[in-house]
């Protein structure tokens, strides 16, 4: 499978529509307007790729809608050099996004089919994570700890104390906390026990799903 014009093309029209949609983040546009999305999709959905869509991947899971990639990264404001941790690596598109802003990506994916599928494809298009781990997200990473940024990008019945913890002071988690609906908040973490908490309104994530079979 190959990237060609007319995907740039559609490509810049899903940039277009972040656009409109308020995405101000250049960085983020950027990544966006240059990943291929449609090689992160199995080929009966390619047609769809560049539409501001979730659609399914394997193992019943979701590459999340790219307005929710990108509304997810601005909030996170990664510095090149930065230490990201995330939760729930799935496609792997979320975590090329990161990358192309320049962060240093460690991400924790739960289900075994999707783990091996992305380690395998992420290299073969140039991306490479620090560490792409098979694990349980609610655990966090705490040997990689302290960083600067973790996102979670399925829906978190509450969060999960260890990534907290896990924060650098001046850190910023962000996460889609609630049941059926999730409302998508930021921690900042401001001294050893003090966060500030900001929330941005309604999304839908897959579960982030606890004690795996
Ligand atoms: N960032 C992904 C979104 C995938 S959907 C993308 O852009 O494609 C959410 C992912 O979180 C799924 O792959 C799911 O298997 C994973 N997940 C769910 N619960 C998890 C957990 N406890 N730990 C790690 N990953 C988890």
């Known amino acids: 499978m190959k990237d060609t014009f007319k995907h740039q093309g559609m490509r810049q029209k899903l ?20 990943i291929p999305r449609h090689l992160f999709m199995d080929s009966g959905f390619i047609d769809h790729a560049y539409m501001d869509k979730a659609f399914p991947i394997a193992a019943d899971q979701t590459i999340s809608q790219p307005y929710t990639v990108a509304f997810q990264s601005e909030l996170l404001q990664i510095q090149p050099g930065d230490t990201v941790l995330e939760i729930g690596t799935g496609s792997g598109y979320q975590t090329a996004v990161l990358l192309e802003l320049g962060a240093k990506v460690y991400s924790i994916e739960r289900q075994k089919e999707l783990f091996k599928k992305t380690s395998k494809f992420l290299p073969t298009i140039g991306y490479r994570a620090k560490k792409l781990i098979f694990g349980d ?56 026990k003090d966060f500030e908490k900001h929330e941005f309104g309604d999304f839908r994530f897959v579960p982030m799903l606890e004690n795996k079979n």
């Open 15 to 34: 940039v277009d529509t972040l656009i409109k949609k308020d995405i101000k983040d250049k960085g983020v546009l950027k990544a966006i307007g240059k």
């Open 137 to 192: 997200g609610y655990k966090g990473l705490p040997e990689e700890a302290p960083f600067k940024s973790i996102i979670v990008t399925a829906g978190a019945p509450y969060v999960p104390n260890p990534l907290l913890s896990q924060l650098a002071i001046g850190g910023r988690l962000v996460i889609p906390v609630g049941d059926d609906v999730q409302v998508m908040t930021l921690f900042i973490r401001k001294g050893l």
